[in-house]
C-alpha cells in the first residue's frame, strides 16, 4: 500500500470537492481547478476529508496512487491559500519591469526580453530585482518560474543573473594573480 496514497486529504468548509465521469473538481475562495483521474483510482469523499482508492492491485494502479492523492492535495492547497515563488536579479543594471500582462527585463543583453505572463499566474515586481509569481496551479508557478530563471541563469564568478530568492549560488574562484 502507498504511504502517500492512504493518507486522508483535509480540506477546509470553503473548499468544495466534487467527482464526475473521471474527472475531479476543486472549487475553493481562490478559484476552480479540476483534473482528471487516472484509471483505477477513486475518491472516497466525506466531511471535511477524502481518501485515495485504488480498484486494483496492479502495478500501474499502485504506481498512479501516491501521484493522485498528491495532484488533489495540490489541488486543494491551491484553491484555498494558493502557491508562490520568489526570485531575485542581481547584477549592475539588471531589472525587470511589469507592464499589463508581461514582463520586460533588460538582463546585459543587446535589447530587452520580453516574457509574456501565461492565464492564471499573477506576478509582482519589487524594487525591480524581486519577482513574486503566484497562482492556485503548483505546476504552473513553478514552470513560470522556471521560465524567468532559465532568461539569464546565475553564473559562478559574481552570481550574476535571476535566481530563486532561497538558492544558493556555489562561486568559484576566478583566475589567480599569481604564478607558479
Do not use: C
Not at 10 to 26: E, L, M, R, Y
Amino acid at each position: 500500500m502507498s504511504r502517500i496514497g492512504k493518507k486522508p486529504i483535509t480540506f477546509p468548509k470553503n473548499v468544495k470537492i466534487s467527482q464526475s465521469a473521471g474527472v475531479v473538481k476543486v472549487e475553493g475562495p481562490k478559484g476552480i481547478l479540476s483534473s482528471k483521474l487516472p484509471e483505477g483510482i477513486t475518491l472516497a469523499i466525506g466531511d471535511g476529508s477524502m481518501v485515495v482508492e485504488r480498484k486494483s492491485e496492479e502495478i500501474i494502479a499502485r504506481s498512479y496512487h501516491g501521484l493522485a492523492r498528491t495532484l488533489i492535495g495540490n489541488m486543494v492547497n491551491g484553491v484555498s491559500t494558493g502557491f508562490e515563488k520568489k526570485l531575485e536579479i542581481s547584477g549592475v543594471g539588471y531589472r525587470a519591469e511589469l507592464s499589463e500582462n508581461s514582463l520586460k527585463f533588460i538582463l546585459g543583453f543587446s535589447s530587452p526580453l520580453q516574457y509574456d505572463i501565461p492565464e492564471g499566474i499573477n506576478i509582482k515586481v519589487d524594487k525591480q530585482v524581486n519577482i513574486v509569481v503566484s497562482g492556485i496551479d503548483k505546476q504552473l508557478v513553478g514552470r513560470v518560474a522556471a521560465e524567468i530563471r532559465s532568461l539569464k541563469k546565475p553564473e559562478p564568478y559574481k552570481g550574476k543573473g535571476i535566481k530563486y530568492a532561497d538558492e544558493y549560488i556555489k562561486r568559484k574562484a576566478g583566475k589567480s594573480a599569481e604564478r607558479a
